[in-house]
């Protein structure tokens, strides 16, 4: 099983430009979130969903988008990107069983 | 809401030795969870150990434990035997039993381990 898989790695963004996260789990998990995580900081909730087609807000989720149309895939869209977006970005899937699975991260960078 | 604290940004341990890492929360519900990650320098998130606040006998894993004090709010993370690949991010984390599983992260605490 891969896991959880984020796309891409690394990305360099200029301010105004937006970009979409790409997250995937192939292990039929009905939960999935989006974190940030700033330099030496806690992650904070941005979105997170509870199936295909259910999406709601977490703690931080000003200038974000998300949609979940199968239950494997979770985009992140960022719209008009800011410096504040500057981040490392996790995508987590969870079971039922309170096991959670975490994306190795996206490092963004806005400039 | 529900807030966690870790009030020691960084901390260091001789190899062999035992540290702990302190963790409050602050929540008035009985029903939640609470975990500790490590993130190592590859930004993985990898579970450490996991207490449901229900039970009253602290979870252990091998060299971790945990000294959960549900009235003080209190969920401190001990190492035992530390080796240098200890060395790590370490997050406290707390869910609410009905909260759809959103986590919420401490500020992290940074563990260096001395050879």
């Known amino acids: 099983n891969a896991g959880v898989t984020q796309t891409p790695k690394f990305r360099i963004l200029k301010i105004g430009q937006s970009m979409t996260l790409q997250c995937t789990q192939d292990m039929n998990h009905n939960y999935m979130y989006w974190y940030r995580q700033d330099p030496g900081m806690g992650l904070k909730l941005i979105y997170y969903?509870?199936?295909?087609?259910?999406?709601d807000k977490g703690e931080v989720p000003n200038g974000y988008n998300v949609s979940r149309s199968t239950t494997e895939d979770f985009p992140l869209r960022l719209e008009l990107a800011a410096p504040s977006q500057t981040s490392v970005y996790f995508c987590a899937s969870r079971n039922d069983r309170n096991g959670y699975t975490f994306g190795s991260g996206t490092r963004l960078t806005v400039v | 809401a529900q807030t966690v604290t870790q009030s020691q940004p960084e901390m260091s341990v001789q190899e062999a030795e035992t540290v702990t890492l302190s963790c409050t929360y602050d929540?008035?519900?009985?029903?939640?969870?609470l975990f500790w990650y490590k993130q190592p320098p590859s930004r993985q998130m990898i579970l450490v150990i996991r207490q449901e606040a229900y039970k009253q006998q602290n979870a252990t894993e091998n060299r971790f434990s945990v000294n959960f004090q549900k009235a003080a709010k209190s969920f401190s993370l001990k190492i035992s035997d530390s080796q240098l690949g200890d060395a790590a991010m370490y997050f406290c984390a707390f869910r609410l039993g009905t909260s759809y599983g959103k986590l919420t992260f401490g500020q992290g605490t940074i563990l260096t381990v001395h050879p």
């Open positions: 929540t008035s519900e009985s029903d939640y969870y």
């Open positions: 969903s509870v199936g295909a087609g259910i999406t």
